[in-house]
């Protein structure tokens, strides 16, 4: 399993990132994916998670300002955030889940200036 992130970088309050994240060694069609974030100092938390039939699911602090895609042709899944604020500054990761087990990519850091 291969997870490769991309996408960070410095962004203004209110503006807006796409990350990505390419995929490989797995049956990406049918795999449960999703976009961890973690500060110093704190557990990794869920950001957002999408399911092979496309249902996703959010945190409550990014309803609203951030989706999940995929593009099964592409193997690869994305995170766009809009509105940005700078609580969401962190290193964001990429996971598949194949129960029970969680494959991570390396981060990718995420810096909102206020």
């Known amino acids: 399993v291969q997870l490769q992130a991309s996408g960070g970088g410095l962004v203004q309050s209110g503006g807006s990132l796409r990350l990505s994240c390419a995929a490989s060694?797995?049956?990406?069609?049918?795999?449960?994916m999703g976009w961890y974030r973690q500060d110093p100092g704190k557990q990794r938390e869920l950001v957002a998670a999408i399911y092979s039939g496309g249902l996703t699911t959010y945190a409550d602090s990014v309803k609203g300002r951030f989706t999940i895609s995929r593009d099964n042709a592409k193997n690869t899944v994305y995170l766009q955030m809009n509105s940005l604020k700078p609580e969401d500054t962190a290193v964001y990761y990429c996971n598949y889940y194949r129960n029970p087990i969680h494959y991570w990519g390396e981060g990718t850091q995420v810096t909102v200036s206020s």
């Open positions: 060694g797995f049956t990406f069609s049918s795999s449960v």
